[in-house]
Every structure is written in structure tokens, then in C-alpha cells.
């Protein structure tokens, strides 16, 4: 039986880290980190992520400023609230919450914040920053993904990692991750043949698909190590549930550790987010960016700096 990676725990700590961090800087400083979103549209799922990142960033003890905008609003109105917290000293972090209505274009949107306040690390000058080897805002998800990882293996040096999925906020990103952490690295997609042979190989599996329990347990490695990223929401026994990528009972049996959906890597998302708003706040301010402050559950808060040094 695998051990059960708790992200859900590994995401509380994080958060009550950042917590005691907000803490000390609005003692010393008198000021906090400030998170704006923007929801555009009455997607319901993303009212949901927004509100509890917007709670969640509360909590931190951080500034929360919520932008609710009508699904008509034209890019032109939006790119004028985008420049406007640019320029708000009291904003150091902007999300956008997509998907975003048709007739706005994301990649205009996310490219018009300024790439120190991008933390969702979406902006083309992270993500060239990251491909480089450069202090970049990480996204989010990938980010909590090696932080789990990083807790489970200590160094990652050498290990065959596959990642299924090849997104621009989840599979690319997590691949670039994983290679400055001196994986090797594949990653597959709808094209790839022989899925099955490749996640044999795998030391680390990083599903990011959406296809529910695509990945059954006699695929994976034994020991391995399967990062579940998926969330896909199924009728069992007659009432919605959450699953994800892989068949949690069967992998369970096989893999060295995995992570459960839900309570794996969804909540390590936003604690992720308030870390890379509070990241953003102390670069704003020429302060020393969060590190390993001895909690051992938090080792994963290294990667930023890891990331920095990495050539
Ligand atoms: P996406 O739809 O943008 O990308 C899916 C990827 O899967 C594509 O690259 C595609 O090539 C690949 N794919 C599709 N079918 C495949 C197959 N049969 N074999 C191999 N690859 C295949 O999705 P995304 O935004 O990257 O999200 C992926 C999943 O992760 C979704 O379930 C999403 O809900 C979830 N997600 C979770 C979090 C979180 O916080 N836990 C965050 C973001 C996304």
C-alpha cells in the first residue's frame, strides 16, 4: 500500500507559514501583500475558485481586492483595470481567473500584467525566465507539485519522470520544473504512442489530462511516485464525485506514493498562489524572499531559491 501524499496538510502548513511571514512584515513594515482578482462572467466553478483564494488570501492576513466584472465588459475596460493595478502600489500580485469570454483574448490579458505581479506565472517573461534558468513567478500547480515532490524525495537528481499532459499552466511548466531539478524527462500527450511503456519507466508520474482514471495501476512503476493532477468529476454510486487521472485504488496498491483527489494537489494550488504573492510583495520591496525557515514540512519553499542559482 502507498503512502498517501497529504497535500491538504502539507497546504496548511504552507499557508500558516506565509501566515506568521504576513505577520512579521506588518509588524516591522506596517504594510501587507495585496492580491487583486479578476472574474469576468458568471462561470460558476470559477466564482468558487476565486472566493476561496480571495478568503484564503484573508486569512494569510494579506490584502484581498476583488474585481467582479460583467461577461460584456470589453477587453479594452479590462486592459484598463490591468493597468490600473500595475500601477496600485498596494497590489503586488493579479490574477485573472480563466477562462475568460470569448471575445477576450487570454494571451493579450495575461501578457498586459506587469511580470512582477504575475503570480500566476503565466506571463511570457516568466515562463521564458523559467525555460532560462531565472528567478521567475512559477505557476502555481507546478509549483505545489514539487514542492510535494521535493518533500517525498529530498533531492530528485537522476529520476525518470513522466508527464502526461502538456498544457501551458500545467504540463509544460511542471516539465520545465522537473528538468532543473535534474530529471529526466518525458512528456506525453493525446499523439504519444505507447503511453503504457513510458509510464512503466517512470520514477515520478505527473498526470495532468482530465480524463477520469485513465491511468490504472498495472501501468505504473513499482515504488513510483504519481503526482495526480487530474480533477474530473464522475457520477458514483448515483452521487457526483471527484477523481483524478489515475485509479486511485488500484495504483495505491503499486505505487511507492501517491496523491489522493481530492486533498492532493488542488489545495497546494492556492497556498501556492499567497506563497508567490507574498514572494512578489518582498522583490517589490527589495526584502529577503520567504526561504526554508526551518519547518521541515516547508523544505519545498527552497525551490524558489533553487530555481534562482539553477544555470
Ligand atoms: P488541458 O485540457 O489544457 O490539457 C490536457 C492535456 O492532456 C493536453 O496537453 C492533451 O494533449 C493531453 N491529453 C489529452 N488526452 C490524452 C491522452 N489520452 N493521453 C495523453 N495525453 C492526453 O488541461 P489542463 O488545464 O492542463 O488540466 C489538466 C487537468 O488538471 C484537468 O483535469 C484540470 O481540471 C486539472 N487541473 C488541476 C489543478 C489543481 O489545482 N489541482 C490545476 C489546473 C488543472
Same mark, same amino acid.
Given at each position: 500500500?502507498?503512502?498517501i501524499? #497529504? ?7 504552507l ?7 504576513v ?6 513594515h506596517? %504594510? ?6 479578476i472574474?469576468?462572467?458568471q462561470?460558476?466553478?470559477? /466564482?468558487?475558485?476565486?472566493r ?10 494579506m490584502a ?5 466584472? #460583467?461577461a460584456t ?12 493595478l500595475?500601477?496600485?502600489e498596494? %497590489? ?6 480563466l477562462?475568460l ?5 487570454? /494571451? *493579450? ?6 511580470? *512582477?505581479?504575475d503570480v ?16 521567475a513567478?512559477l505557476?502555481?500547480?507546478?509549483l ?10 529530498g ?7 513522466? &508527464?502526461v499532459?502538456?498544457?501551458n ?5 511542471m ?6 531539478d ?8 493525446r499523439y504519444?504512442e505507447? =503511453? /503504457?511503456?513510458?509510464? *512503466?519507466?517512470? #520514477?515520478i508520474? %505527473? ?8 491511468? !490504472? +495501476?498495472t501501468w505504473?512503476?513499482p515504488?513510483?511516485?504519481?503526482? #495526480? ?9 448515483g452521487?457526483?464525485?471527484? %477523481?483524478?487521472d489515475?485509479?486511485?485504488t488500484?495504483?495505491?496498491? &503499486? ?6 483527489? !481530492?486533498?492532493?494537489?488542488g489545495?497546494?494550488t ?7 504573492? =507574498? ?8 526584502? !529577503? /524572499?520567504p526561504?526554508?525557515?526551518?519547518l521541515?514540512?516547508?523544505n519545498?519553499? +527552497? ?9
Amino acid at each position: 500500500m502507498s503512502r498517501i501524499i #497529504d497535500g491538504k496538510l502539507f497546504a496548511q502548513r504552507l499557508r500558516e507559514f506565509i501566515g506568521q511571514q504576513v505577520a512579521i512584515i506588518k509588524t516591522e513594515h506596517g %504594510v501587507v501583500p495585496g492580491l487583486a482578482t479578476i472574474l469576468v462572467g458568471q462561470n460558476p466553478a470559477s /466564482e468558487v475558485y476565486v472566493r476561496n483564494k480571495a478568503r484564503q488570501t484573508v486569512e494569510a492576513g494579506m490584502a484581498s481586492f476583488k474585481h467582479t466584472l #460583467d461577461a460584456t465588459i470589453s477587453q479594452a475596460e479590462l486592459l484598463g483595470l490591468i493597468a490600473e493595478l500595475n500601477a496600485n502600489e498596494d %497590489v503586488h500580485g493579479i490574477l485573472v481567473q480563466l477562462p475568460l469570454p470569448a471575445h477576450i483574448s487570454a /494571451e *493579450r490579458v495575461i501578457n498586459a500584467i506587469d511580470p *512582477r505581479k504575475d503570480v500566476d506565472g503565466f506571463h511570457v517573461s516568466n515562463v521564458g525566465m523559467l525555460g532560462t534558468g531565472q528567478p521567475a513567478m512559477l505557476p502555481c500547480t507546478p509549483l505545489g507539485c514539487m514542492m510535494l515532490l521535493r518533500e517525498q524525495f529530498g533531492s530528485l537528481t537522476g529520476k525518470n519522470a513522466l &508527464v502526461v499532459g502538456r498544457s501551458n499552466i500545467v504540463g509544460k511548466p511542471m516539465a520545465q520544473l522537473l528538468l532543473a531539478d535534474d530529471c529526466t524527462v518525458t512528456i506525453a500527450h493525446r499523439y504519444s504512442e505507447n =503511453l /503504457e511503456e513510458h509510464c *512503466r519507466r517512470a #520514477d515520478i508520474l %505527473v498526470m495532468a489530462v482530465g480524463k477520469p482514471q485513465m491511468i !490504472p +495501476g498495472t501501468w505504473i512503476k513499482p515504488g513510483a511516485t504519481v503526482i #495526480d493532477v487530474g480533477i474530473n468529476r464522475i457520477e458514483r454510486n448515483g452521487k457526483p464525485t471527484l %477523481v483524478g487521472d489515475v485509479d486511485f485504488t488500484s495504483a495505491s496498491e &503499486v505505487a511507492g506514493a501517491i496523491t489522493p483527489v !481530492p486533498g492532493g494537489v488542488g489545495p497546494m494550488t492556492i497556498a501556492c498562489l499567497l506563497l508567490n504573492t =507574498l514572494t512578489a510583495f518582498c522583490r517589490s520591496k527589495g526584502m !529577503p /524572499e520567504p526561504a526554508n525557515s526551518g519547518l521541515e514540512l516547508v523544505n519545498g519553499i +527552497g525551490v524558489i531559491q533553487e530555481f534562482k542559482k539553477a544555470s
